[in-house]
C-alpha cells in the first residue's frame, strides 16, 4: 500500500468518528430539555462538522476519495443514547456522560493516528489542533456534567 493511501485510510477511519460525533451531538440537542446544553451541543456538533471538513480536505489532497458517512458503530450508540434518556430518569446527566465517554474515545484515536511517524506536518497541525478542542470539550462537558448532576 502506498504511503498516501495508508495516510488517508487512517484520516478517513477519523473522519468517520467525526460524522459519527456530530451526529450524536445534533442527537443529544433533541433529548435535553436545558437551553445551555442544547447550546453547547449544538457547538460541539458545528465543530465536528468542521473536523470532516478539513480531515476530507487533507484526504483529497492525497487524491484519495473520502468516506461520505458514519459508522454502524456510531449509529448503535446514538440509539443506544436516544434509549437511555428515555428511561433514566435524570436523562441530561446520562446524556452527558455519554458524551464525555464518546469524546474520551475520540481523543484516543487522534492520540493513537499521531504516534505515527512521518506524518506530513499540515495533518501534524491538523490533528494536534483537532485534539487539543476535543479535550477542551471534554474540560467543558465535565463541568456541565458536575452543574447537571
Same mark, same amino acid.
Given at each position: ?74 449509529? #448503535?450508540?446514538?440509539?443506544? #443514547? ?68
Amino acid at each position: 500500500m502506498k504511503y498516501s493511501e495508508e495516510i488517508s485510510n487512517k484520516l478517513n477511519e477519523l473522519l468517520v468518528k467525526n460524522y459519527d460525533a456530530e451526529k450524536g451531538y445534533l442527537n443529544a440537542i433533541d433529548n435535553v430539555n436545558s437551553d445551555k446544553l442544547k447550546m453547547f451541543f449544538k457547538r460541539r456538533a458545528s465543530e465536528r462538522s468542521e473536523f470532516a471538513k478539513e480531515l476530507r480536505t487533507e484526504i483529497l489532497q492525497y487524491g484519495q476519495i473520502p468516506e461520505d458517512s458514519g459508522s454502524f458503530k456510531g449509529t #448503535m450508540h446514538r440509539n443506544w #443514547m436516544s434509549l437511555k434518556s428515555t428511561f433514566t430518569s435524570n436523562n441530561e446527566e446520562s446524556i452527558l456522560e455519554e458524551a464525555i465517554r464518546g469524546e474520551e474515545a475520540s481523543l484516543e484515536d487522534y492520540n493513537e493516528l499521531m504516534k505515527e511517524r512521518n506524518l506530513p506536518p499540515t495533518i501534524d497541525a491538523l490533528l494536534i489542533k483537532h485534539k487539543n478542542a476535543i479535550q477542551s470539550a471534554i474540560n467543558t462537558e465535565k463541568v456541565h456534567e458536575e452543574l447537571v448532576s
